[in-house]
């Protein structure tokens, strides 16, 4: 099975242009999954059929994991599967026949406007890496950017003079988006007074204590820390950031098409999400435009 793996994580990388965020979680699926068939039935990868797979959910449901978990691991084995077949490794795909677990339409989590800006308020400046924090958290509420985007920054992506940043999306999809003055301004002095004292081992945009790229693990520490400096109870996370967005842009009358292209999606679908309001905007429109309120 490993030769085939290997085979399917290149196709990932170099056909499909997947992120290494995507590519991991990919890999680490199939690998799970294949730890059980060999414990269970000692089977290879092409010996696996429908009855094993429908085996392998029911033990994924069984130690209770999330629906949204056990559809993201039969979306990696699908692929895996669909990629063996083009290959001509197998004769039959055995998830094709298999059903995603229905989703319970969920609204993504978000932060309302106070509760943002007393979080600003309360990121610690006084140390290097509490200012590098503090264009961290300006940037993704800025640009609603995805972790794995903000990792491959580069620092000749940030352009000064137009306050934009040239972000690398999914499938290798290229696009401008504003930061607007307060994340330009958080930004800048953390490349004029920061960065430079980190020793850059590279060009990456954002670095860790060592002076490298900072990962995603590393950006969610950062958040963690702004979050406890904050004395907040709710998550904090750079798709928290991006859900407040998009939801801040639309409830102040941004069009979807806009807000769309802003987040990178290649469906528009994947955007209305991001329509649910808050109640003080709801009342707020109920005040304005009915006549008798």
């Given amino acids: 099975m490993s030769h085939e793996l290997d085979a399917f994580i290149t196709y990932l990388r170099i056909e499909k242009k997947a992120s290494s965020y995507t590519v991991d979680n990919y890999k680490r699926d199939i690998e799970e999954f294949f730890q059980y068939t060999e414990q269970r039935w000692k089977l290879s990868a092409a010996a696996v059929s429908y009855v094993h797979i429908r085996e392998y959910l029911t033990e994924l449901y069984a130690n209770e994991l999330a629906r949204t978990t056990v559809s ?20 039959a795909n055995p998830v094709a026949l298999i059903h995603a677990p229905k989703q319970g339409r969920k609204l993504p989590s978000f932060f309302y406007e106070e509760e943002l800006s007393a979080l600003f308020e309360s990121v610690n400046t006084s140390t290097p890496l509490g200012k590098r924090n503090l264009a961290l958290l300006e940037i993704f509420y800025a640009t609603g950017i ?33 930061v607007g003055s307060f994340a330009a301004e958080a930004l800048n002095i953390y490349l004029e007074a920061v960065r430079p004292e980190l020793n ?14 900072l990962s995603a693990r590393g950006i969610q520490k950062a958040l963690n820390k702004i979050a406890e400096e904050g004395s907040m109870k709710a998550r904090m996370s750079p798709h928290v950031l991006r859900h407040t967005f998009a939801t ?29 309001v808050t109640k003080d905007r ?6 304005s435009s009915h006549p008798r309120a």
């Fill in 248 to 276: 801040h842009l639309l409830n102040e009358g941004a069009d979807l098409r806009t807000v769309q292209e802003l987040l990178g999606h290649s469906d528009l679908s994947a955007t209305q999400i991001y329509t649910h």
């Fill in 282 to 287: 709801l009342r707020e429109v109920y005040r």
């Fill in 200 to 213: 850059p081992a590279d060009d990456a945009l954002f670095l860790n204590y060592a002076g490298k790229r």
């Fill in 72 to 91: 993201r691991k039969l979306s990696s084995l699908r692929s895996f599967y669909r990629y063996l077949l083009r290959e001509e490794k197998i004769v």
């Fill in 146 to 178: 995805r972790v794995g985007e903000c990792v491959k920054l580069d620092v000749r992506d940030f352009d000064k003079q137009l306050e934009t940043l040239l972000v690398q999306g999914k499938g290798g999809k290229e696009r401008y988006v504003p």
